[in-house]
């Protein structure tokens, strides 16, 4: 009886946090402004929020990156679409027929928001790109409804939620956002919803095969961090008398309400980048190319490969692009690195709360390599190991760290493959290829171990230049061959 009272009583408890949580009042500016929002949203205040600042050095090119594939966003004129003004933005709600299908899920559509800057001061877009912030931004907003049956239920799950962006620049007459806007003075208040017919809503959109993709958060309270972000390179325009209207027209309060505010410069600041990378579906021009990262499904071929295909084929075409180079063995000490990330990836991506705690509690942002796949994949390794399960390493990598780490796109070094793992897949595989693979990763681990028992020996170099001190040389690879201990002769058919 005591327990089912206890039990009662917390459900109690969360329904009323809860419901506090949603009925908190927040604004962009003064006593409720956003510097304020994480007294009462703490996900505001925790780590892999949105918008941020979008630079040249945080982008790497993603080769699987193709064009965005929508459906049924040609919506026909009989169907009405709710227009209406909630107090922070202008959203138009949006048939869930619609949907993305080219990401790992199929997210669904729920509604179109926008923020703007003010007819004083056009600028008003919440991403911003090498220091240009944009007249306005649109979202699109998406969950995912393959797993969760509405955008209530997605809105918390480190997956649950997709959103394209779309920046907006003043220049030519757009008819698309007229479509809408012409509507605009029926809902100058809060709280007000009139009905639109419908429309093409792809015509709000650039063209779909050049943009930013990052993981992110919603960038209104409560700031939960479950958006992978697909940020549209190129913009689209709308007139200056378009502009002016829906930054003129709109109020924030309630019509009964004695003093009206007006409803515009409803954006929030770039946040911290934290530890994430920006993948781009292009490659930058002016001569000047990203670095590329290594397909995601590669990782997850090669590992297939190393279960049940050819070994010799295996490392003349793909192994070397996921084993760590020797350099990277020889850089930092791992170990360290390890101790202070995360337990797991999964548990970082589906529990915001901890980031925002980890944030609050005065500790500092990971360091970029303790998201490196490695680390992530040894510390799996070392918790099977202690539950004596290592017979679940392969099933574990497949269900659990593959799906989460393909999509997500702040992993510096998220193509390496840790090399315990690949000894323990050939551990089941009996064959003279197997063997020989084995015994070059031997090698490696004494090429490792005695590098960093070298580098911790050898004395610090007084070093007065920026650049760090030389490293104890190494033998070099053979031509074609990046890592020095696979010999080209193991490989020869």
Same mark, same amino acid.
């Given at each position: 009886m005591?327990m089912?009272?206890?039990?009662g009583?917390?459900?109690?408890l *969360?329904?009323?946090?809860?419901?506090?949580?949603h009925?908190?009042?927040?604004?962009y500016?003064g006593? $409720?402004?956003e510097?304020?929002?994480?007294?009462?949203f703490p996900?505001?205040?925790?780590t892999?929020?949105?918008?941020i /600042?979008?630079?040249?050095d945080l982008?790497?090119?993603?080769p699987t *990156?193709?064009?965005?594939?929508l /459906?049924?966003?040609?919506?026909p004129?009989?169907?009405q679409?709710? &227009?209406?003004?909630?107090g922070?933005?202008v959203q138009?709600?949006l048939?869930?027929r619609?949907?993305?299908s @080219?990401?790992? /899920?199929?997210y669904?559509?729920a509604?179109?928001?926008?923020?703007?800057g003010s007819?004083s =001061?056009?600028?008003g877009?919440?991403?911003?790109?090498?220091?240009k912030?944009?007249a306005?931004?649109?979202?699109?907003?998406?969950?995912n409804?393959?797993k969760?049956p509405?955008?209530?239920?997605?809105v918390?799950?480190?997956?649950?939620?997709a959103?394209?962006g779309? &920046?907006?620049?003043?220049?030519e007459?757009?008819?698309a956002?007229?479509?809408?806007?012409?509507?605009?003075n029926g809902?100058?208040?809060?709280g007000q919803?009139?009905?639109v017919?419908?429309?093409?809503v792809? $015509?709000?959109?650039?063209?779909? !095969?050049?943009?930013?993709r990052?993981?992110?958060?919603?960038t209104?309270?409560?700031?939960y961090? %479950?958006?992978?972000?697909?940020?549209? =390179?190129?913009?689209?325009t709308?007139?200056?008398?378009q502009?002016?209207?829906?930054a003129?027209?709109?109020?924030?309060?309630?019509?009964q309400?004695?003093?009206?505010?007006?409803?515009?410069?409803?954006f929030r600041?770039?946040q911290e980048?934290?530890?994430r990378?920006? &993948?781009?579906?292009?490659?930058?021009?002016?001569?000047?190319?990203?670095?590329?990262?290594?397909?995601?499904?590669?990782?997850?071929h090669?590992v297939?490969q190393l &279960?049940?295909? !050819?070994l010799? $084929?295996?490392a003349?075409e793909?192994?070397f692009q *996921?084993?760590?180079s020797?350099?990277?063995?020889?850089?930092?000490?791992?170990?360290?690195?390890w101790?202070?990330?995360?337990k @797991?990836?999964?548990?970082m991506?589906?529990?915001?709360?901890?980031? @925002?705690? %980890? =944030?609050s509690?005065?500790?500092?942002?990971?360091?970029?390599?303790?998201?490196c796949?490695?680390s992530?994949?040894?510390?799996?390794v070392?918790?099977?190991?202690?539950?004596h399960a290592?017979?679940r390493?392969?099933?574990?990598?497949?269900?659990e760290?593959?799906?989460?780490l393909n999509?997500?796109?702040f992993? !510096?070094?998220?193509?390496d493959l840790?090399?315990p793992?690949?000894? /323990?897949i050939?551990?089941?595989r009996p064959?003279?290829?197997? #063997?020989?693979?084995?015994?070059s *990763?031997?090698?490696?681990?004494s090429?490792?171990k005695?590098?960093?028992t070298?580098l911790?020996?050898?004395?610090?170099?007084?070093?007065t230049?920026?650049?760090p001190?030389?490293?104890?040389? =190494?033998?070099?690879p053979?031509?074609?061959?990046?890592h020095? #201990?696979l010999l080209?002769m193991?490989?020869?058919?």
């Amino acid at each position: 009886m005591k327990m089912k009272m206890r039990s009662g009583f917390t459900s109690l408890l *969360l329904l009323r946090a809860a419901s506090l949580l949603h009925a908190a009042k927040w604004t962009y500016s003064g006593a $409720d402004g956003e510097q304020h929002w994480p007294k009462h949203f703490p996900y505001c205040g925790g780590t892999f929020q949105s918008p941020i /600042h979008i630079t040249s050095d945080l982008l790497r090119f993603d080769p699987t *990156l193709g064009p965005v594939t929508l /459906h049924n966003y040609n919506l026909p004129p009989t169907e009405q679409l709710t &227009l209406g003004n909630n107090g922070h933005s202008v959203q138009i709600s949006l048939p869930s027929r619609m949907h993305i299908s @080219s990401l790992p /899920h199929r997210y669904s559509a729920a509604q179109l928001h926008f923020h703007w800057g003010s007819a004083s =001061r056009p600028m008003g877009s919440e991403h911003t790109v090498n220091h240009k912030q944009f007249a306005g931004e649109m979202h699109v907003v998406h969950f995912n409804s393959e797993k969760y049956p509405n955008m209530s239920v997605a809105v918390d799950k480190s997956d649950g939620l997709a959103v394209l962006g779309v &920046l907006i620049e003043i220049g030519e007459f757009s008819p698309a956002f007229d479509q809408f806007l012409k509507f605009i003075n029926g809902i100058k208040y809060k709280g007000q919803k009139v009905q639109v017919p419908g429309f093409n809503v792809q $015509d709000l959109l650039p063209r779909l !095969d050049e943009y930013y993709r990052y993981d992110g958060s919603l960038t209104t309270p409560p700031c939960y961090p %479950s958006v992978l972000w697909t940020l549209f =390179r190129n913009t689209v325009t709308i007139s200056r008398s378009q502009f002016v209207s829906l930054a003129t027209a709109l109020f924030s309060s309630h019509a009964q309400d004695s003093t009206p505010v007006p409803l515009n410069t409803n954006f929030r600041k770039p946040q911290e980048v934290d530890s994430r990378l920006v &993948l781009v579906s292009f490659k930058e021009g002016r001569g000047k190319l990203a670095p590329t990262v290594t397909p995601g499904f590669m990782r997850k071929h090669i590992v297939l490969q190393l &279960l049940v295909g !050819d070994l010799a $084929d295996l490392a003349d075409e793909g192994l070397f692009q *996921l084993l760590p180079s020797v350099s990277k063995l020889q850089g930092g000490n791992k170990k360290e690195l390890w101790s202070k990330g995360p337990k @797991s990836k999964k548990h970082m991506l589906d529990s915001p709360q901890k980031k @925002s705690q %980890s =944030r609050s509690e005065g500790q500092t942002v990971p360091n970029q390599n303790t998201l490196c796949y490695v680390s992530l994949e040894q510390r799996v390794v070392t918790q099977l190991h202690q539950a004596h399960a290592e017979n679940r390493l392969v099933q574990t990598l497949q269900d659990e760290l593959f799906p989460q780490l393909n999509l997500r796109s702040f992993l !510096d070094c998220r193509s390496d493959l840790a090399l315990p793992t690949i000894r /323990h897949i050939l551990s089941g595989r009996p064959t003279d290829e197997a #063997w020989e693979l084995n015994q070059s *990763l031997t090698k490696a681990f004494s090429v490792q171990k005695k590098t960093s028992t070298a580098l911790k020996k050898r004395k610090p170099v007084t070093n007065t230049s920026k650049h760090p001190p030389t490293m104890v040389p =190494r033998r070099p690879p053979s031509q074609g061959h990046p890592h020095p #201990w696979l010999l080209p002769m193991e490989w020869e058919d």
